[in-house]
Nanobody
Framework: QVQLVQSGGGLVKTGESLRLSCTGSGRTSSLYDMGWFRQFPGKEREFVAGITAIGDRIDYTDSVKGRFTISRDRAKNAVYQKMNNLEREDTAAYYC????????????????WGEGTQVTVCS
């Protein structure tokens, strides 16, 4: 298990940027693949971006490609998501997640979640 603490998020206008941060704690947290999900009201959480423990694989959902960038700092056990050119459709609660396998992460089949942070984009 790994404990995940998020920061970032907030209210911005369309076209602006935000950065989300997530730090993992626990003896083996650096071994986990990590990523971001988002949840729209009334919908299930959906995969946004993920990065492997050593950073050799990165994946994004199609709607954020070219606008969002995921990165991680292994020394800090942290993962980041820089979100550029935000759109109203990006408004959602964003969750950090961690899993031992990338496929498990992408599928959201993990019990390791951050507390969530709201991102609101207004015109």
């Amino acid at each position: 298990q790994v404990q995940l603490v998020q920061s970032g998020g907030g209210l911005v206008k369309t076209g602006e940027s935000l950065r989300l941060s997530c730090t993992g704690s626990g003896r083996t947290s650096s071994l986990y693949d990590m990523g971001w999900f988002r949840q729209f009201p009334g919908k299930e959480r959906e995969f946004v971006a993920g990065i492997t423990a050593i950073g050799d694989r990165i994946d994004y959902t199609d709607s954020v490609k070219g606008r969002f960038t995921i990165s991680r700092d292994r020394a800090k056990n942290a993962v980041y998501q820089k979100m550029n050119n935000l759109e109203r459709e990006d408004t959602a609660a964003y969750y950090c997640a961690a899993a031992m396998l990338f496929g498990t992460l992408q599928g959201g089949r993990t019990s390791n979640w951050g507390e969530g942070t709201q991102v609101t984009v207004c015109s």
